[in-house]
């Protein structure tokens, strides 16, 4: 009967470390990459991208190109979960991320 328990119990308790490595996997790919290197095709030359003690970016680069594109990059890194919020918003799909509590406003946006 222990033998069960303990069977059952360390079942139960690898289901939840997978559900867990599983959920902090899904939550943290979505953060922007704020260190390291990353390799863009679209550059001509280096690009620095330096973040201060509150996350405001600053850029420098040799071009204004590399430097629009830098900015542009960054943007998008730091505004995609408001993007995907006010693309919901306007098709009428909040409560698929936010449930019950936004159905109302669902309703109002696809009547819109």
Same mark, same amino acid.
């Given at each position: 009967?222990?033998? #069960?328990? &303990?069977? $059952?119990?360390?079942?139960?308790?690898?289901?939840?470390l997978i559900a867990c490595a599983?959920? !902090?996997?899904? $939550? %943290?790919?979505?953060l922007p990459q704020v260190d +390291?290197?990353?390799?863009?095709?679209?550059?001509? %030359?280096? #690009?620095? #991208?330096?973040? =201060?003690?509150? *996350? $405001?970016? %600053? /850029?420098?680069?040799?071009?204004?190109?590399?430097?629009?594109?830098?900015? +542009?990059? #960054?943007?998008?890194? =730091?505004?995609? !979960?408001?993007? =995907?919020? &006010?693309?919901?918003?306007?098709? *009428?799909?909040?409560?698929? /991320?936010? +449930?019950?509590?936004?159905?109302? $406003?669902?309703?109002?946006f696809r009547v819109l």
């Amino acid at each position: 009967m222990r033998r #069960v328990f &303990l069977s $059952v119990l360390f079942v139960f308790l690898a289901i939840a470390l997978i559900a867990c490595a599983f959920a !902090w996997h899904i $939550v %943290h790919r979505a953060l922007p990459q704020v260190d +390291g290197t990353i390799a863009l095709s679209g550059l001509e %030359h280096e #690009v620095t #991208v330096a973040r =201060d003690s509150r *996350g $405001v970016p %600053h /850029i420098t680069a040799q071009s204004k190109q590399d430097l629009y594109f830098a900015q +542009g990059y #960054v943007m998008a890194q =730091d505004r995609l !979960w408001q993007m =995907d919020v &006010l693309r919901r918003a306007a098709s *009428g799909e909040l409560s698929e /991320i936010f +449930g019950a509590a936004t159905v109302a $406003v669902d309703r109002r946006f696809r009547v819109l």
